[in-house]
């Protein structure tokens, strides 16, 4: 409260004795230990300029903070239209930006322009137009949002205002990211005409291109479904020119073809700061692949309206893409995303369900893998040959133990998966589970007689302790071996078992009987047939 009467911030520093302690009294009692209020309070205070509309606000402050807020959000939308559209861009991008903006990124997305000859405040920090401009912003949006300087990036004041904002009937989702869709695709729609120079604007787009080119179609995700949304006809028009694909998309493609020509998804995703397993970069990557068409983004992302409204040959919807040495068809796309709806659009329009191709070779491969149960389903119904063979897994039910998929592996059993089947990365389906550590797959799915085994060694109280196969003291051995719900590969040595004899001096006699026993028993459990195991192993006691 000091400062700002000293800066002549409150009443233009004209504060008598009397009206300073009724203001510090009427803070104190309304703060209830909530600083935010009284800075609330304060900031609502400073915008009157005159002593009696001062000291009847001062009265009549909200008890609750969004009461503040309301009144501080009716000022903003008083503003002049230019200052008001640059206070609501900044809070609604700030609501739904899905990483941090740099100051300057930001300024372009709102479409920030220098106005400081005009400055209400009519004061020069001597700083420049970058510092005026992030003034501008600071100034119209009054107190709810402020500026990080040590990430250079404007942030809400408070986790208060994004509650509050969201509470607001303007601040749908919807409306958040119609926003941000529009200002990502001026990128690309907002180009200078001959002999125009390089305009402000033109300026920003490139500033703010890094942003747009890789998170537009994230943006449009969230307002796909609302058919009438006046942002769909810019889409539109960056998507396609009539029935083909549109210039503007085609920049857009070449763009990222350039740029991250060569990479993987997870090269991507770490390019941009997220996850390696983040699906972003991999949807970027299929949404480019070449032939260029618009159709490409819409399998990678699952805008299912857009397949909807365009018709398709069967020969254009099995084309096959072309990405790092990989053939991809819009059913493997959409497959490995897991988009449903698409998935049956495809289906519906003639896709071809065995198609093969990509990594995983197949689109039931590619859905198995990322433990989409749902598409599985689909895919199964609508002709899925569950057993066919190709890519890095082999079959579905490897690709789908290899990732402890249980659910998956539940349905391809159910629908006739074959356990023993050969190939792929890892030889089977449960070499794929064991190498990758998923022993409750093993365990409950690819060898559902072993639960009883396991059953026993968890909850007999007798053989708990004296039963517990130790990993290392079994190394050697080679079968499959359930213990306390652990997988330990055993070498198929039918010698093996000597090395649990007590003779080797290696543990209690009564301890090597009860572990004697208990492989046998798990054995007689594990399927025989020598077909099943991979080179060099065979099951114990065959």
Same mark, same amino acid.
């Given at each position: 409260?000091?400062?700002?009467?000293?800066?002549?911030?409150?009443?233009?520093?004209?504060?008598?004795?009397?009206?300073?302690? *009724?203001?510090?009294?009427?803070?104190?009692?309304?703060?209830?230990?909530?600083?935010?209020?009284?800075?609330?309070?304060?900031?609502?205070?400073?915008?009157?300029?005159?002593?009696?509309?001062?000291?009847? +606000?001062?009265? *009549?402050?909200?008890?609750?903070?969004?009461?503040?807020?309301?009144?501080?959000?009716?000022?903003?939308?008083?503003?002049?239209?230019?200052? %008001?559209?640059?206070?609501?861009? +900044?809070?609604?991008?700030?609501?739904?930006?899905? %990483?941090?903006?740099?100051?300057?990124?930001?300024?372009?997305?709102?479409?920030?322009?220098?106005?400081?000859?005009?400055?209400?405040?009519?004061?020069?920090?001597?700083?420049?137009?970058?510092?005026?401009? =992030?003034?501008?912003?600071?100034?119209?949006? *009054?107190?709810?949002?402020?500026?990080?300087?040590?990430?250079?990036?404007? *942030?809400?004041?408070?986790?208060?205002? !994004?509650?509050?904002?969201?509470?607001? #009937?303007?601040? +749908?989702?919807?409306?958040?990211?119609?926003?941000?869709?529009?200002?990502?695709?001026?990128?690309?729609?907002?180009?200078?005409?001959?002999?125009?120079? &390089?305009?402000?604007?033109?300026?920003?787009?490139?500033?703010?291109?890094?942003?747009?080119?890789?998170?537009?179609? &994230?943006?449009?995700?969230?307002?796909?479904?609302?058919?009438?949304?006046?942002?769909?006809?810019?889409?539109?028009?960056?998507?396609?020119?009539?029935? /083909?694909?549109?210039?503007?998309?085609?920049?857009?493609?070449?763009?990222?073809?350039?740029?991250?020509?060569?990479?993987?998804?997870?090269?991507?995703?770490?390019?941009?700061?997220?996850?390696?397993?983040? !699906?972003?970069?991999?949807?970027?990557?299929?949404?480019?692949?070449?032939?260029?068409?618009?159709?490409? $983004?819409?399998?990678?992302?699952?805008?299912?309206?857009?397949?909807?409204?365009? =018709?398709?040959?069967?020969?254009?919807?099995?084309? /096959? /893409?072309?990405?790092?040495?990989?053939?991809?068809?819009?059913?493997?796309?959409?497959?490995?995303?897991?988009?449903?709806?698409?998935?049956?659009?495809?289906?519906?329009?003639?896709?071809?369900?065995?198609?093969?191709?990509?990594?995983?070779?197949?689109?039931?491969?590619?859905? #198995?893998?990322?433990?989409?149960?749902?598409?599985?389903?689909?895919?199964?119904?609508?002709?899925?040959?569950?057993?066919?063979?190709?890519?890095?897994?082999?079959?579905?039910?490897?690709?789908?133990?290899? =990732?402890?998929?249980?659910?998956?592996?539940?349905?391809?059993?159910? %629908?006739?998966?074959?356990?023993?089947?050969?190939?792929?990365?890892?030889?089977?389906?449960?070499?794929?589970?064991?190498?990758?550590?998923?022993?409750?797959?093993?365990?409950?799915?690819?060898?559902?007689?072993?639960?009883? $085994?396991?059953?026993?060694?968890?909850?007999?109280?007798?053989?708990?302790?004296?039963?517990?196969?130790? /990993?290392? #003291?079994?190394?050697?051995?080679?079968?499959? $071996?359930?213990?306390?719900?652990?997988?330990? !590969?055993?070498?198929?040595?039918?010698?093996?078992?000597? =090395?649990?004899?007590?003779?080797?001096?290696?543990?209690?006699?009564?301890?090597?009987? &009860?572990?004697?026993?208990?492989?046998?028993? &798990?054995?007689?459990?594990?399927?025989? #047939?020598?077909?099943?195991?991979?080179?060099?192993?065979?099951?114990?006691?065959?």
């Amino acid at each position: 409260m000091d400062r700002r009467i000293k800066k002549g911030i409150l009443l233009d520093g004209n504060v008598s004795k009397r009206l300073k302690s *009724r203001i510090l009294e009427t803070l104190i009692n309304g703060a209830q230990g909530m600083f935010r209020w009284v800075e609330m309070s304060l900031e609502t205070l400073s915008r009157i300029k005159f002593q009696p509309d001062f000291e009847n +606000t001062l009265g *009549r402050l909200p008890v609750k903070l969004s009461g503040l807020y309301d009144i501080i959000y009716t000022q903003i939308d008083q503003t002049q239209t230019y200052g %008001r559209d640059v206070a609501i861009k +900044t809070l609604k991008w700030l609501l739904c930006a899905q %990483r941090l903006l740099s100051v300057e990124e930001f300024l372009a997305a709102v479409d920030v322009v220098d106005d400081s000859s005009s400055s209400e405040s009519g004061e020069d920090d001597g700083h420049g137009q970058a510092d005026s401009l =992030e003034n501008n912003v600071l100034r119209l949006c *009054r107190n709810l949002v402020i500026l990080d300087s040590k990430q250079r990036t404007f *942030r809400f004041a408070h986790q208060s205002v !994004r509650e509050y904002l969201l509470a607001k #009937s303007e601040y +749908t989702v919807i409306e958040q990211h119609a926003l941000a869709t529009e200002r990502c695709l001026n990128v690309y729609l907002n180009e200078p005409s001959p002999g125009s120079g &390089v305009p402000t604007s033109v300026q920003q787009n490139d500033i703010l291109k890094d942003y747009a080119e890789v998170y537009w179609p &994230v943006r449009y995700k969230y307002i796909e479904e609302d058919e009438f949304h006046e942002t769909q006809k810019k889409v539109s028009n960056f998507l396609m020119e009539g029935s /083909r694909t549109s210039p503007f998309y085609m920049k857009w493609v070449l763009g990222i073809q350039s740029k991250y020509g060569g990479f993987h998804g997870y090269d991507l995703n770490m390019a941009l700061g997220l996850d390696w397993i983040d !699906r972003l970069g991999y949807k970027i990557l299929y949404a480019t692949s070449t032939p260029e068409i618009h159709l490409s $983004v819409a399998c990678a992302f699952g805008f299912s309206k857009i397949l909807k409204y365009h =018709e398709l040959s069967i020969i254009e919807l099995n084309q /096959r /893409r072309k990405l790092r040495g990989y053939e991809y068809t819009f059913l493997f796309i959409a497959a490995e995303e897991g988009h449903d709806q698409l998935i049956r659009l495809l289906l519906d329009r003639g896709a071809e369900v065995n198609a093969q191709g990509g990594e995983f070779g197949n689109a039931l491969q590619a859905a #198995s893998s990322h433990g989409h149960e749902q598409i599985v389903q689909i895919l199964l119904d609508r002709g899925a040959e569950i057993n066919a063979q190709g890519g890095e897994y082999g079959n579905a039910l490897q690709a789908a133990s290899s =990732e402890g998929h249980e659910k998956v592996i539940q349905v391809l059993l159910d %629908r006739g998966a074959k356990v023993n089947a050969q190939g792929g990365h890892y030889g089977n389906a449960l070499q794929a589970a064991s190498s990758e550590g998923h022993e409750k797959v093993v365990q409950l799915n690819l060898f559902p007689d072993l639960k009883i $085994v396991g059953a026993r060694l968890g909850n007999d109280a007798d053989v708990k302790h004296d039963a517990q196969v130790d /990993r290392d #003291s079994v190394e050697p051995l080679g079968a499959a $071996v359930v213990s306390q719900g652990v997988l330990v !590969r055993v070498a198929s040595d039918v010698l093996g078992l000597a =090395e649990f004899s007590p003779e080797a001096g290696n543990g209690r006699a009564e301890d090597h009987e &009860v572990k004697r026993t208990l492989m046998a028993e &798990v054995l007689m459990q594990v399927p025989r #047939s020598l077909d099943f195991w991979p080179q060099g192993y065979r099951p114990l006691l065959i």
